[in-house]
T-cell receptor, first 114, second 112 residues
């Protein structure tokens, strides 16, 4: 158990709807990462926070995606106007400043867009 | 751009067999290399890492050696157990970056 939790674990939605996922790292994790993983692929980086500041975003993160980390604790990832191609597992990972290599992954949120 | 190529799975072995999962990479500079493991129903966990050429990472009986001349980081274990059944991901992190690039993953199934 890495101590990182994600909710919900599963989400089924209809195309065009908005969805929001939450990630709760442990309190010591000042870095927080979001990834997307599709079937048969490895995780693909989406965005990363240090404390409350969003420092880097992938080109994969279209305008329909937005992430926040208010107060540098939990984080949310929102997808607006979902498309079937958004169906994937969304992973969150926490990390510690000064430990660039160790990321603690949550179990993921599986999104299915019908 | 940077990339990681892993052998396709599933790899199916009997308990106590020798395991090799191949991983090669393409990167500029001197990346750090990693193996992550994902057990069924759980999040990814860092298994081992190596940060420079000829380093050997090891953990839980698994080993991998950073081979710059062949741009490889193959995962090995001398005697697998049923509990090693999982998906294994090879990854690299470019120097100066916090962002890893993952391979597609290799599923390992170990039969009693």
């Amino acid at each position: 158990d890495t101590g990182v939790s994600q909710n919900p674990r599963h989400k089924i939605t209809k195309r065009g709807q908005n969805v929001t996922f939450r990630c709760d790292p442990i309190s010591e994790h000042n870095r927080l990462y979001w990834y997307r993983q599709t079937l048969g692929q490895g995780p693909e980086f989406l965005t990363y926070f240090q404390n409350e500041a969003q420092l880097e975003k992938s080109r994969l993160l279209s305008d329909r995606f937005s992430a926040e980390r208010p107060k540098g604790s939990f984080s949310t990832l929102e997808i607006q106007r979902t498309e079937q191609g958004d169906s994937a597992m969304y992973l969150c990972a926490g990390g510690l400043a000064g430990s660039t290599d160790t990321q603690y992954f949550g179990p993921g949120t599986r999104l299915t867009v019908l | 751009g940077d990339s990681v190529t892993q052998m396709e799975g599933p790899v199916t072995l009997s308990e106590e067999a020798f395991l090799t999962i191949n991983c090669t990479y393409t990167a500029t500079g001197y990346p750090s290399l990693f193996w992550y493991v994902q057990y069924p129903g759980e999040g990814l966990q860092l298994l081992l890492k190596a940060t420079k050429a000829d380093d050997k990472g090891s953990n839980k009986g698994f080993e991998a050696t950073y081979r710059k001349e062949t741009t490889s980081f193959h995962l090995e274990k001398g005697s697998v157990q049923v509990s090693d059944s999982a998906v294994y991901f090879c990854a690299l992190r470019p120097g100066g970056s916090y962002i890893p690039t993952f391979g597609r993953g290799t599923s390992l199934i170990v039969h009693p």
